[in-house]
């Protein structure tokens, strides 16, 4: 299935010309994922609708001090990051439309986009529109997503996405416009 600027915009109003400049990325990677039917298009887009702000942010924000929490302490190993402050938590900051976070994430959407390591150098690309929906339809892949989409287990997917169902209401009401505009006109 192909979604349309108008259908994006519609789904995420504030993204504006942002819409224009992702659609293509994200239908491609929709396809090579088999983010294929409305139902997996309208959960998959409310997920990245709500991590990216409406498609306006493919980078966390957080001062040095917000991103400490990822360099050192019991979240930055589980992430991968080196247990010294190093700035490991800063480089591997949540990107892309779903906010790969963490040096392990890094290397593994990585091979799997790239067949090596280069975003461990780069970690960058993840905020070029291609990149940050290839790495968004891959981790929804690898989380096995489009099985609890089919089945409509919304919270369930927020909970694998975010670890938690923090900004559950926003995901809702995407959710709801992305089902009206996607499955409305498959009918």
Not at 8 to 28: C, D, E, M, R, T
Not at 62 to 79: C, I, M, N
Not at 140 to 155: G, P, T, Y
Request: aromatic letters at 8%; hydrophobic letters at 40%.
């Amino acid at each position: 299935m192909t979604v349309t600027v108008q259908q994006l915009q519609q789904i995420l109003p504030n993204a504006g010309k942002k819409a224009g400049v992702f659609v293509s990325a994200l239908n491609a990677a929709m396809d090579r994922r088999q983010i294929d039917t409305p139902k997996r298009a309208a959960a998959f887009l409310a997920q990245v609708g709500h991590e990216s702000a409406q498609l306006l942010y493919v980078r966390e924000l957080g001062s040095d001090q917000y991103l400490s929490k990822y360099d050192t302490g019991t979240l930055a190993a589980r992430l991968g990051n080196t247990p010294a402050a190093d700035g490991d938590g800063q480089r591997y900051r949540g990107r892309g439309l779903i906010q790969i976070t963490g040096r392990s994430n890094y290397r593994q959407c990585s091979v799997a986009l790239f067949g090596d390591e280069r975003l461990l150098q780069q970690p960058e690309l993840l905020e070029q529109p291609q990149w940050a929906a290839e790495s968004a339809a891959w981790f929804w892949q690898q989380q096995r997503l489009n099985e609890l989409a089919d089945a409509d287990q919304f919270n369930s997917i927020t909970r694998r996405i975010n670890g938690g169902l923090n900004g559950l209401e926003d995901r809702l009401q995407i959710w709801a416009r992305a089902r009206a505009v996607l499955c409305a006109s498959s009918n």
